[in-house]
């Protein structure tokens, strides 16, 4: 190799090794090795921050008499983000009576929910459990497992909706847009 193309290969591999060195000094680099005022054995925290803190060992999953009434009182306000919290990160989703139905994120779910329902609808959900069995006795059975939060509209024709809760987060929601359609 001439002496001319040597300088060719070695220029782009100079600029190269700059480069990195200089991606070392820029904000958001490598961060550095344990210091004088950072005890053996742990990392230092970027500047300005602060370690996060470890789970509270006495920090649980909610019971799900609170989990109910979050999810009632998000229902009944309208507040999406409220109910979106509740949510898995996938909600299967129907609409009863029709071809509509998936699996949504939780903002899209509760976004749904929303608009279904206006936003002062007044709710029941303490509805007698022969209604939920009854509801659970049609075509949508599977809808309605034992850890199934129903509520009804207060009106003439009442819609329904069916949460589904298996633990501490929504995994499945029903509505009916007239209560009928359950049977």
Request: with cysteine.
């Amino acid at each position: 190799m001439s002496a001319r193309h040597a300088s060719r290969v070695t220029a782009p591999a100079i600029a190269a090794a700059l480069a990195l060195t200089l991606l070392g000094c820029q904000p958001g680099g490598p961060t550095p090795g344990p210091s004088a005022s950072t005890p053996v054995g742990e990392s230092p925290s970027p500047a300005g921050t602060t370690p996060a803190a470890e789970p509270s060992p006495t920090e649980t999953t909610p019971s799900r008499e609170v989990v109910v009434a979050n999810v009632r009182d998000a229902v009944m306000s309208g507040d999406t983000a409220a109910l979106a919290s509740w949510m898995a990160d996938d909600v299967d989703f129907a609409l009863a009576a029709t071809e509509y139905g998936g699996t949504f994120g939780p903002e899209d779910a509760a976004t749904w929910i929303h608009d279904t329902f206006p936003v002062g609808t007044t709710w029941d959900f303490d509805l007698d459990e022969s209604i939920v069995a009854d509801y659970a006795d049609g075509d949508y059975a599977t809808w309605f497992p034992p850890t199934v939060i129903v509520g009804r509209t207060v009106e003439d024709d009442p819609m329904v909706i069916a949460i589904t809760v298996p633990s501490d987060r929504i995994t499945g929601v029903l509505i009916a847009i007239e209560e009928v359609l359950y049977f």
